[in-house]
């Protein structure tokens, strides 16, 4: 669990300073490779990285690839190994712009089920810090320090798509979680496919619209 961790990057041919910064985390028992061919269709003219999971999956029956938290089931993380990727993670947001070859502009955090799971949780757990996250077919957390409310949501603009006929990751755990967001005050936009657990090319154009639009905004 120590030094930063393992990573792949996208770095567009002539990107300039300011570009956006979208770091997307992967799902359970995947690897950082995994959401890499993503970058081209939900953000061509960002800097796009994405960061492995610390825990392996092997132990928790997940395969051979990595994961961000042990699942306990419905929306429930177990809270240590979450513990551990939600530090690993801040860890990784403060340093990686460092290692970059231009100056990124605003940050889009996002992933991919337990990766879109990390992602609304760090930004409810850090307020004010990262302005723009995308969910893709995961859950709100239930963990304590993953709350919605006016203050934790402030500042942060968030995409949730999700298929309805997710049979991993139920639609049902969607509509609970915007709920939660919406009543927070949250500024919210969300897609729902006709699909399953899995990322169409129709979301990922959706997601990359969402994020032209929102980079280009003021603050």
Do not use: C, K
Not at 131 to 144: I, K, Q, Y
């Amino acid at each position: 669990m120590s030094g930063m961790l393992q990573f792949e990057q996208s770095v567009p041919q002539g990107v300039r300073d300011g570009a956006p910064l979208v770091v997307l985390l992967h799902g359970r028992g995947s690897d950082r490779f995994d959401l890499a061919g993503l970058a081209p269709h939900i953000a061509p003219g960002a800097v796009v990285v994405t960061p492995q999971a610390p825990h392996s999956g092997v132990p928790w029956g997940y395969g051979p690839g990595w994961a961000w938290y042990r699942f306990l089931g419905r929306n429930r993380p177990e809270p240590e190994s979450f513990e551990m990727s939600q530090d690993a993670l801040g860890a990784f947001l403060a340093e990686i712009r460092a290692t970059l070859p231009v100056r990124t502009g605003p940050l889009v955090l996002g992933g991919f089920s337990q990766g879109g799971v990390m992602s609304m949780a760090y930004a409810l757990r850090n307020p004010g810090t990262v302005p723009l996250v995308m969910n893709f077919s995961g859950f709100l957390a239930d963990h304590p320090s993953v709350r919605p409310t006016p203050e934790s949501v402030a500042g942060t603009r968030f995409w949730w798509g999700h298929g309805t006929m997710d049979p991993q990751i139920p639609f049902e755990l969607a509509i609970e979680g915007r709920g939660l967001l919406s009543a927070a005050g949250a500024e919210l936009e969300t897609r729902d496919y006709a699909m399953g657990h899995g990322i169409s090319p129709d979301e990922a154009r959706d997601a990359r619209a969402w994020i032209q639009a929102e980079a280009a905004r003021p603050g």
